[in-house]
């Protein structure tokens, strides 16, 4: 199954360092029967984003628990088998066996530069706009309005030393 692992960069290191990543209490989104349900239209590609979409918001929840990360969301696309669904939390959440192997990584998406600002402001108003806050949603939106840039994975030990 393609899931998304939510991610920072500091977390890219240790996969390109490591060759694994280890997923937050095996936490990744993915296309699920629930994620399905939700939309009466869409193609798998159109649900498939909905699932890095939901990823990309959970990079900033790691983002706020880590100050010394650089501000960008990170996506960490793979092929995992075992992928245990879990609508009790969301429509899109499953869990991992266990940690991601790099050859299992498909790709790797995210911010440029230039939405860094967008995301800082993000991170600040994270829990508020989970909480309803209409302006922290708002300000959410600016920094979900920039598309994660798409990496192979082959790419990874070049991007992060340009970084």
């Known amino acids: 199954m393609r899931v998304y692992l939510p991610a920072t960069v500091t977390m890219l290191h240790e996969l390109n360092t490591a060759g ?12 699920t029967p629930a994620l399905r349900e939700m939309y009466t239209e869409g193609s798998a590609e159109d649900l498939e984003y909905v699932a890095m979409a939901d990823a990309a918001r959970a990079s900033l929840r790691l983002l706020s628990s880590d100050p010394e990360a650089m501000r960008r969301r990170v996506v960490i696309a793979a092929d995992v088998d075992g992928v245990t669904v879990r609508p009790d939390l969301d429509h899109s959440v499953v869990r991992l066996p266990g940690p991601v192997v790099l050859k299992d990584v498909a790709s790797i998406h995210m911010d440029n530069s ?23 949603e708002f300000v959410l939106g600016d920094a979900e309005d920039h598309e994660l840039a798409w990496y192979a994975t082959q790419e990874l030990p070049f991007v992060l030393e340009l970084m």
């Open 20 to 31: 694994e990543f280890k997923p937050l209490n095996g936490t990744a989104f993915a296309l």
């Open 114 to 136: 230039e939405a860094e600002d967008a995301v800082a402001k993000a991170v600040a108003v994270i829990d508020a706009a989970d909480m309803g806050d209409e302006d922290a």
